[in-house]
């Protein structure tokens, strides 16, 4: 099954990068949740402070968690949303293999998406914000990495129930966030505040927490996702 | 579960008297909650009675939800996806209910409206909304495919509750705002108040699930007469 998985991803991620139209809307978008969060905390970055870093560091972690999710939001509703409307999922369903392989795949072509615009998000972040990451990059990348498997994994899962019903997008957004919001977000923008503070050792239990989610989600992923899959 | 006209009956009449009953007990019976250090519970404590039993159905409502979602999937029939159906939706309407309530008791024993630092209220909260997506996926849901998503739904926020609660507990405890609370032990008369709130709100939600699973039920025999005479 694995192997399956890998070719629909490396399917998936060819075709992106031929068009880059996904990509690249998704990575627009975060930078404009970015600027949005700018202007909004204008006011509270207005004060002088001893050090503009400073003065930003408890800001950072919320908002890239939120560029994250809704930019990665985004993408992950486009990949399915793409396949249905062009018949290729019916396709994928003809060939016979373990339906979740196509899970799987989706899931690792979506994280390596998602990826790509979370990285740009950070970047957008520390120039927006003028916000010196001061060498805690590796720690905060490795959080970044597990909440983003653990987002993905849910949401790939989400995405194709919400992609054969009525009123897509916001459909999406619906059934996503309550779920996310406990299990994914706040692990993640605790672990990394903690890591951007240079002390990702206290984040432990939170690390812990993002895998066990993870873990869970995969395996309802692979348990429900021929159901949804059923004609 | 099918529709049964003498279970309904026999339910309303429960729920009738055991809801007569519970609202004596709570509001005459139970006595003032006090603490050893002379502290006494404002009347609005007695929301207490009603608030926990109509948070407690809506659990039990959306864990019918999760067992009916599963059975849906593993041996069909449209049966269990009404009964998932109209569990969400009476468990949401006990969700709101006990949602509206927390806060007036809140308010006036802790003098706060919401603690986010309390897991139950956000586990509640997060409980709600889940459902709250469900009733909007399987309502615009026609057909039994349709249907099949909202038991898959039904399954994956039933899962995520209790994970929620873990991951809330776990953040709370390591990140303590305790606000003192309030909650003396329970006399025994308080003890009985809260469990005849809880027969009497369970005997209303079966009895509002038999007149739901009643209606779907005349539902679908007007898609059947509809479709045989032609129309749409």
């Not at chain 2, 109509?54 to 599963?70: M, T, Y």
Request: include cysteine.
């Amino acid at each position: 099954m694995m192997p399956q998985a890998l070719t629909i991803a490396k399917k998936d991620i060819k075709t992106e990068f031929r068009t880059r139209e996904m990509i690249f809307s998704m990575v627009v978008f975060s930078l404009l949740i970015i600027m949005a969060f700018r202007f909004a905390f204008e006011f509270y970055l207005a004060e002088p402070a001893d050090s503009v870093s400073e003065a930003v560091l408890p800001l950072v972690s919320p908002i890239l968690w939120v560029t994250f999710c809704f930019a990665g939001m985004l993408g992950l509703l486009t990949s399915f949303a793409k396949e249905k409307d062009r018949g290729t999922l019916d396709g994928l369903m003809l060939v016979p293999m373990d339906r979740s392989a196509i899970y799987f795949g989706k899931v690792l072509s979506n994280f390596f998406l998602i990826l790509i615009v979370d990285i740009a998000s950070v970047v957008f972040f520390s120039l927006f914000f003028a916000f010196d990451y001061n060498g805690n990059v590796v720690p905060v990348f490795a959080v970044i990495l597990l909440g983003t498997f653990g987002f993905v994994v849910i949401g790939t899962l989400i995405s194709s129930i919400s992609v054969n019903a009525r009123g897509r997008e916001v459909l999406f957004a619906i059934l996503l966030i309550p779920l996310i919001l406990f299990t994914v977000l706040l692990p993640s923008i605790t672990a990394t505040s903690l890591a951007l503070e240079g002390n990702i050792m206290d984040a432990q239990v939170e690390l812990r927490l993002l895998g066990a989610f993870a873990a869970v989600y995969i395996a309802m992923g692979y348990a429900l996702f021929n159901f949804v899959l059923e004609e | 579960m099918k529709f049964d006209r003498r279970m309904g009956t026999i339910f309303l009449i429960l729920s009738i008297v055991t809801v007569l009953l519970a609202i004596y007990v709570a509001l005459l019976y139970t006595p003032e909650v006090k603490t050893e250090d002379g502290w006494v519970a404002p009347k609005a404590q007695k929301i207490f009675y009603f608030h926990v039993p109509a948070a407690w159905v809506s659990f039990v409502a959306f864990g019918v939800v999760f067992l009916a979602s599963i059975q849906f999937l593993r041996v069909g029939g449209k049966n269990w996806d009404t009964l998932a159906y109209a569990s969400a939706e009476i468990g949401v309407v006990f969700c709101t209910l006990a949602i509206i309530t927390g806060p007036i008791w809140g308010k006036a024993e802790w003098g706060q409206y919401w603690r986010w630092e309390d897991t139950k209220l956000t586990i509640t909260f997060i409980l709600w909304l889940i459902y709250l997506a469900y009733l909007v996926l399987r309502g615009g849901a026609e057909s039994e495919d349709k249907a099949r998503l909202a038991a898959v739904f039904g399954i994956i926020g039933f899962v995520c509750v209790p994970l929620s609660f873990i991951s809330s507990r776990i953040w709370y405890s390591f990140h303590p705002n305790v606000v003192a609370s309030s909650s003396g032990s329970m006399s025994a008369a308080s003890g009985m108040g809260l469990t005849m709130g809880v027969i009497a709100f369970t005997f209303v939600y079966l009895f509002m699930l038999q007149k739901r699973l009643f209606i779907h039920e005349l539902k679908d025999k007007i898609e059947e007469l509809k479709e045989e005479i032609g129309g749409i």
